[in-house]
């Protein structure tokens, strides 16, 4: 495939967004990083999406959209790592890419971006999971400054095998050089 960065547009994502954006994830939830048949029990649906989307957007975190000649190719978005008040300034992120481009540059320009916006929202750390397979991603992430700092054996089954997690995870802005103002809520 063509390196197609250069032409990539990284936006908020918005509602007109929402069907393509579920195309994408449905590819990845069938497909995943390995070809045969797979159902997830609980399919997410336009309007879970929707909701989704209105959560995070209320609460300033970011949800953007890779757009490449007026047509979605990517999506990524972050959530709080955990609700616990000692773990706000963590991210949590999870960045999907149009089957068709794959290894087109979308997630070299999309993970930059979200990793900008949920620093200049306040968050100090970016943590990620990826499974273990999905070399192309942990490539990626290394690539954009994140580094493996744990691996979960066995925690997902799918394709009729067992697999592992990997758990990534990059600072953000002066990430634990400083303390963070207390008071501070990341996005507010």
Known sequence: MTDTSAAIVIRPSEEKDVEAMLAIYRSHIQRGVEPGAYHEEDTLQSDDLKRRRK?????????LAAELNGALVGYAYAVPFRKRPAYRFVAKHSIYVHS?????????????GLVDSCAAAGFRQMIGYIDAANEASLRLHLACGFREVGRLPSIGYKFGKWTDSVMVQRSLGLGDQTPPDVWMVPGA
């Open 55 to 63: 959560n995070m957007k209320s609460k300033r975190l970011p949800h």
């Open 100 to 112: 068709d481009y794959l290894r087109a540059g979308v997630g070299r320009v999309l993970l930059p």
